[in-house]
């Protein structure tokens, strides 16, 4: 018998490889909105651009342009979001090696398996739609799909309206995730957690979680498979 009844995921840094899609659109969506606006490009490091990811969308922005410009924020992020949505409809998104082997077999287990993110809406239904995800998972949700009122950390509303939605306890949960928030919303649930050491997050702010995946090769037997 399987160790969950669910397994609940992260989307950027987990399942999902977005070196490529995210980080390059979100450099052109930069330097979209600065020259419109008719101002001096800022420096744009891949270090600072993978930072802060995870964070809501707006937050996200906000963190990577110098304060000087978070006036553009939201204009930053309507031209990064076009970029990401482009690239992924082009094929430059790319899930890491064995995601879809791993959720095949985990629901012919009788697994469900969800997504939640913080990313912005038409992102993370892009990715979904053009990486073969969608078709995998009995739910899906991010951020800026939730009512506007809903409670913070996001994350950890997320992760709860999911175990809701999929009507499971909580402690046969598994929550999957490369960042600490996810680590830390699945622990705050009620549910185990496993890190994803090769996504954006570092060693040391996934060092809470109950299991750490190597590779998706690893998954079954971690849900008891």
Do not use: W
């Not at 963190?63 to 978070?70: E, F, K, R, W």
């Not at 809406?121 to 809903?150: I, K, N, Q």
């Not at 999929?166 to 928030?181: C, H, K, N, S």
């Not at 060092?207 to 008891?224: Q, T």
């Amino acid at each position: 018998m399987p160790r969950f009844d669910a397994i609940v995921f992260d989307l950027d840094g987990t399942l999902v490889d977005s070196r490529v899609a995210i980080i390059d659109a979100v450099r052109a969506g930069v330097h979209e909105a600065v020259a419109e606006a008719g101002l001096p490009q800022p420096p744009m490091d891949d270090a600072t651009l993978r930072a802060a990811l995870g964070k809501p969308a707006r937050e996200y922005f906000l963190a990577i342009l110098p304060d000087t410009l978070g006036h553009l924020a939201e204009r930053v992020k309507e031209a990064a979001t076009r970029h990401e949505v482009e690239a992924l409809a082009a094929g430059r998104g790319r899930l890491y090696d064995g995601v879809l082997a791993a959720l095949d077999a985990l629901r012919a287990a009788g697994i469900d398996l969800a997504v939640v993110s913080n990313a912005q809406a038409p992102y993370f239904r892009a990715a979904l739609e053009h990486t073969g995800l969608l078709e995998r998972v009995s739910h899906a949700e991010c951020h800026e799909e939730m009512p506007v009122d809903s409670p913070r950390p996001f994350k950890l509303t997320l992760l709860k309206r999911a175990i809701e939605r999929l009507e499971v306890d909580p402690a046969r949960v598994l929550m999957v995730g490369d960042r600490a928030e996810d680590i830390e919303a699945g622990r705050a649930a009620g549910c185990a957690t496993l890190g994803i050491p090769f996504g954006f997050g570092s060693l040391e702010e996934l060092s809470s979680a109950d299991h750490e995946l190597r590779h998706f090769d690893e998954l079954g037997s971690i849900a008891g498979l």
